[in-house]
């Protein structure tokens, strides 16, 4: 039962919020006058002292104790005696790992939201770099239409940037401050919680002591953030490894972001990439292992709960090495516009083909039957699309105009793409700033919502 009941090795991390939401908790009973000034001042100095004591440390090996929490208030007795028992009065350590938990979630959040910024301005700026050089455009892994190595590169940007919007959100549904909620009924002690709020920097207060102590909601969704940005991470990633294949040979990555064969010299593994793409069923398998663990909870704080942080501390941490990397791998690539040159097929033009026969007045159904026929009998003579004549065209269907083969071009295929979201120069260059302003305002600080507003303010709203 022991081992079982132990959790000091998961939440040890969290003693320098333990040590900041009790200094602050003391600040709060000093102002309900629980604590004289003298003792609030002595606990003070005690805990800054068992803060030097906790930071010296290598870890928790060693410690005898259950928890962070008790680790805490057993070192504080030690500095100040029986006074330091006076810490815990109106508090139970169900609002105390709660405060603990937001407390370093808003810090992990913040540094995530900054490392998921820096990877799509590293997207950003190596598609600006790439320019409006035309490369294939894939549907089912096949090739489909012209695209340009900036487009493809901006579509893998624009799904971090709703990560972001994301994590955005679950940093203002943490900045809630459970504390003052006791074990399950409140604090029976005149704790202002509003001046609680501010002292540790929380936008707002828990309106319910039940749900104060047994929300994780917001643990949740920052493992469903963190899920989502893995599989994002993950077909940036699957691209890197197709695209740097000799097959394709469209990116080369940076020497530092691949290894060598221990048996075959010539060898270059995109192994950034494929750690990255393997991360991904970590983080997808934290969301599921809390999801789980919350499902069948009943009323108020239950013990499960003690399983709420290790998958997120690890989907934290899984972000922090995975993040950079591939955004170094990101910077460090080398687009070969020889190679994506040489990968356009004239079959990628089937569709411009058949918008020749639209402009010239066909239903595009027609037009595309049309244009399948084209396709069959090209393939039937071993013959590329661009390469049948003009009568073969008209023997299909006599609206073909002899500028047909004029559509065999894959700039003036993109460039014709001029609607906002396509491949156009204008309609890029539209993008590129769409995308500036998406990621100004997805890393900016979170609004208020609902839950930082006071609590009269609220109640006055609910009367309403």
């Given at each position: 039962m022991?081992?079982?009941?132990?959790?000091l090795?998961?939440?040890?991390r969290?003693?320098?919020h333990?040590?900041?939401?009790?200094?602050a908790w003391m600040r709060?009973?000093?102002?309900a006058?629980?604590l004289?000034?003298?003792?609030a001042g002595?606990?003070?100095?005690?805990?800054?002292?068992?803060?030097r004591r906790?930071?010296a440390?290598?870890?928790?090996?060693?410690?005898p104790?259950?928890d962070?929490?008790?680790?805490?208030?057993?070192m504080l007795?030690e500095?100040i005696?029986?006074?330091?028992?006076?810490l815990?009065?109106?508090r139970s350590?169900?609002?105390?790992?709660?405060?603990?938990?937001r407390?370093w979630?808003?810090e992990?959040?913040?540094?995530?939201?900054?490392?998921v910024?820096a990877?799509v301005e590293a997207?950003?700026?190596?598609a600006?770099?790439?320019?409006?050089?035309?490369?294939?455009?894939y549907?089912h892994?096949?090739?489909a239409?012209?695209v340009t190595?900036?487009?493809w590169?901006?579509?893998?940007?624009w799904?971090?940037?709703?990560?972001?919007?994301?994590?955005?959100?679950?940093?203002?549904?943490c900045d809630?401050?459970?504390?003052?909620?006791?074990?399950?009924a409140?604090?029976?002690?005149?704790?202002?919680r509003?001046?609680?709020?501010?002292?540790?920097g929380f936008?707002g207060?828990?309106?319910?002591?039940?749900?104060?102590?047994s929300?994780?909601?917001?643990?949740?969704?920052l493992l469903?953030?963190?899920a989502?940005?893995?599989?994002?991470?993950s077909?940036l990633?699957?691209d890197?490894?197709?695209?740097?294949?000799?097959?394709?040979?469209?990116v080369?990555?940076?020497?530092?972001y691949?290894?060598?064969s221990?048996?075959?010299?010539?060898?270059r593994?995109?192994?950034?990439?494929?750690?990255?793409?393997?991360?991904?069923?970590?983080?997808?398998g934290?969301?599921?292992?809390?999801?789980t663990v919350?499902?069948?909870?009943?009323?108020?704080?239950?013990?499960?709960?003690q399983?709420?942080?290790?998958a997120?501390?690890?989907?934290?941490?899984?972000?922090?090495?995975?993040?950079?990397a591939i955004?170094g791998a990101?910077?460090s690539?080398a687009?070969?516009?020889?190679r994506i040159?040489?990968?356009?097929?004239?079959?990628?033009?089937a569709?411009?083909?058949?918008d020749?026969?639209?402009?010239?007045g066909l239903?595009?159904?027609?037009?595309?039957?049309a244009?399948?026929?084209?396709v069959?009998a090209?393939e039937a003579?071993?013959?590329d699309?661009?390469?049948l004549?003009?009568?073969?065209?008209?023997?299909v269907?006599?609206?073909f105009a002899?500028?047909?083969f004029?559509v065999?071009?894959a700039?003036?295929?993109?460039e014709s793409?001029?609607?906002?979201?396509?491949t156009s120069?204008a309609?890029?260059?539209a993008?590129?700033?769409?995308l500036?302003?998406?990621l100004?305002?997805?890393?900016?600080?979170?609004g208020?919502g609902?839950?930082?507003?006071?609590g009269?303010?609220?109640r006055?709203?609910a009367?309403?």
């Open positions: 022991e081992a079982l009941n132990r959790s090795r998961a939440d040890w969290l003693w320098p333990d040590v900041r939401g009790s200094r709060g009973l000093e102002r006058g629980i004289t000034r003298d003792e002595r606990i003070d100095r005690g805990l800054a002292a068992v803060a906790l930071e440390l290598p870890g928790p090996g060693g410690l104790d259950e962070i929490h008790t680790v805490v208030e057993r007795t500095e005696g029986d006074l330091g028992g006076k815990h009065t109106g350590r169900n609002d105390q790992v709660a405060t603990d938990f407390l979630g808003k992990a959040i913040a540094a995530l939201r900054g490392l910024a990877l997207l950003a700026a190596k600006r770099a790439a320019g409006a050089d035309p490369m294939p455009g549907t892994l096949q090739q239409q012209p190595a900036s487009h590169l901006l579509s893998r940007a799904p971090l940037v709703r990560d972001l919007e994301h994590f955005r959100a679950v940093l203002r549904e809630v401050l459970p504390l003052g909620s006791g074990a399950v409140g604090c029976p002690f005149e704790v202002d509003e001046a609680l709020a501010s002292d540790l936008a207060v828990s309106e319910n002591s039940i749900d104060g102590v929300d994780r909601d917001w643990a949740a969704r469903f953030g963190a989502m940005t893995g599989v994002h991470l077909q990633a699957e890197l490894v197709l695209f740097s294949s000799s097959e394709f040979g469209f080369r990555l940076g020497d530092g691949t290894t060598g221990s048996l075959m010299p010539q060898k593994n995109p192994d950034v990439a494929e750690l990255v793409r393997g991360k991904s069923g970590r983080l997808v934290n969301l599921t292992r809390m999801l919350l499902k069948g909870l009943p009323t108020g704080y239950n013990r499960d709960l399983e709420d942080k290790e997120v501390f690890d989907s934290a941490d899984t972000l922090g090495v995975v993040l950079p955004a990101v910077e690539m687009l070969d516009r020889v040159a040489g990968a356009l097929r004239p079959a990628l033009f569709t411009d083909v058949a020749h026969l639209v402009r010239r239903p595009f159904r027609d037009a595309h039957r244009v399948g026929a084209l069959r090209a003579t071993g013959r699309l661009d390469r004549t003009l009568d073969e065209m008209r023997a269907h006599p609206a002899d500028d047909v004029a065999f071009d700039a003036a295929s993109t793409r001029a609607v906002r979201g396509g120069a309609a890029l260059e993008q590129f700033e769409a500036a302003e998406a100004e305002e997805a890393a900016a600080p979170p208020p609902l839950e930082g507003r006071t009269h303010k609220r006055m709203s009367r309403r």
